[in-house]
């Protein structure tokens, strides 16, 4: 697993670039426009540019509603503000000038987000099932990827993560889906690495959600040769953060967007002692500005009340 290096003056926490690059380009697989393709438009006037239905029958017209509400913060983040989103006829229904950026499945995406902590890394899954409930740790100390197991070079930044095996128990038990994540906030969860040849990480109980990002505070930002999404946190937010990131000091924590691992750094690894990120975080990659972008507007939305899925009927 590759692990970036955090700035220390920055509070700065790292992602690692393959592997969020390569996330972020799957939750964006299939952005391009709904069947039939984007309806064409003279005059700058407004067109349905996309049609999203319910995922689940029992959804009511007020959970679509505040679909319109996320959808539209989406928007606004991506600087497309002219476009509106209103729930009609059971549908939430996208009007505006132009073509949507990315596509209309990114505006779709749940966007559910979680910080966990990560316990140890799980083998690739193996049949036949296991019986019985997840584990609440490893079988053995000798995987854990917790202290004191875990031994972090602040010279370097470097750790001995690599050196530490994926626990053998764990290769019966299937990943958890994006469901069982969402469902099981205080429990246990078994997360794929999406590009990690079929490796996964065994989680803790969620530590934080994208309610301690402040209302617009996630922008897609380009420094120098990467795109970066800079996130500001709420007062609380920040507070609860960085309670977080001491207690895990020179720790994994995992960020996991709709069941997948988006990323599992090392908090300041770079840093003998802990240091407040100061209600800033900064998310790297290597991914272009539009899945910067998309990933920056789904922090900044929060996630949607009710699953959408794009309408190829209309």
């Known amino acids: ?131 019985g409930p997840l584990p609440s740790g490893c079988s053995s100390p000798r995987y854990s990827l917790e202290a004191p197991n875990l031994t972090v070079d602040t010279t370097t930044g470097n750790s001995n993560v690599a050196a530490i095996a994926p626990d053998p128990a764990l290769a019966p038990y299937p990943s958890s889906s994006a469901g069982d994540d969402d469902a099981h906030p205080t429990g246990t969860v078994l997360v794929p690495l999406v590009g990690g040849s079929g490796q996964r990480y065994l989680l803790g109980p969620v530590l934080l959600t994208s309610s301690v990002v402040a209302r617009d505070g996630a922008r897609a930002v380009f420094e120098p040769d990467v795109w970066l999404v800079d996130v500001t946190l709420t007062a609380a937010g920040a507070v609860k953060w960085d309670t977080v990131a001491q207690r895990y000091f020179h720790q994994l924590l995992a960020m996991v967007v709709d069941g997948r691992v988006l990323s599992a750094p090392l908090t300041e690894p770079n840093q003998a002692t802990f240091a407040s990120f100061g209600g800033r975080v900064q998310v790297s990659g290597t991914f272009g500005r539009a899945t910067a972008e998309h990933l920056a507007a789904d922090l900044d939305s929060g996630p949607l009340p009710s699953p959408l899925a794009v309408d190829g009927r209309r």
């Open 1 to 131: 697993m590759t692990v970036v290096r955090t700035p220390q003056a920055s509070g700065v926490i790292g992602a690692a670039p393959a592997v969020v690059g390569l996330l972020v380009a799957v939750l964006l697989a299939g952005c391009a426009a709904p069947t039939g393709g984007a309806p064409s438009r003279t005059g700058g006037a407004a067109a349905v540019l996309a049609t999203f239905r319910p995922v689940g029958a029992a959804t009511t017209t007020a959970s679509l509603g505040a679909d319109a509400v996320v959808v539209r913060a989406r928007l606004r983040s991506l600087g497309v503000g002219s476009d509106t989103a209103t729930a009609r006829r059971g549908t939430v229904v996208v009007s505006g000038p132009r073509p949507l950026p990315g596509g209309a499945a990114a505006l779709a995406a749940t966007g559910d987000f979680a910080m966990r902590s990560v316990l140890c890394l799980a083998p690739p899954y193996r049949s036949p099932a296991a019986g």
